[in-house]
Nanobody, 127 residues
Framework: VQLAESGGGSVQSGGSLTLDCAVL?????????MAWFRQAPGKEREGVAG???????NYADSVKGRFTVSKDNAKNTLHLQMDSLKPEDTAMYYC?????????????????????WGQGTQVTVSS
């Protein structure tokens, strides 16, 4: 199974972007959970938003109210709608997935919980 992110780019502060993560050579419904992570230069990779197969979602405090994670099973794609973007949102964004994560609600933002990763897409927000 491969994950392929797209939709990154450069926007001004306050703008919006939608990131997509296509599940290649597989079925998105086989994953118990999926998530978006990001990594800025010199910083740790951090969880941004996650979604479980039953629809439960989790968000980092820094993006609550601005980002929305969703899945389109028919299109085999995970989305991340990002609004009111800030310069501090600048990072490489990665899609992650796994077929099961015990205690996912507590561990959704732990990068070690996910086995499948995409190559990333760059988001740059200018002030």
């Amino acid at each position: 199974v491969q994950l392929a992110e797209s939709g990154g780019g450069s926007v001004q502060s306050g703008g919006s972007l939608t990131l997509d993560c296509a599940v290649l050579s597989g079925d998105i419904t086989h994953f118990y959970c999926m998530a978006w992570f990001r990594q800025a230069p010199g910083k740790e990779r951090e969880g941004v938003a996650g979604i479980a197969s039953d629809g439960r979602t989790n968000y980092a405090d820094s993006v609550k109210g601005r980002f929305t994670v969703s899945k389109d099973n028919a299109k085999n794609t995970l989305h991340l709608q990002m609004d009111s973007l800030k310069p501090e949102d600048t990072a490489m964004y990665y899609c992650a997935a796994d077929v099961y994560v015990r205690r996912w609600s507590d561990r959704w933002s732990d990068r070690r919980a996910y086995s499948y990763w995409g190559q990333g897409t760059q988001v740059t927000v200018s002030s």
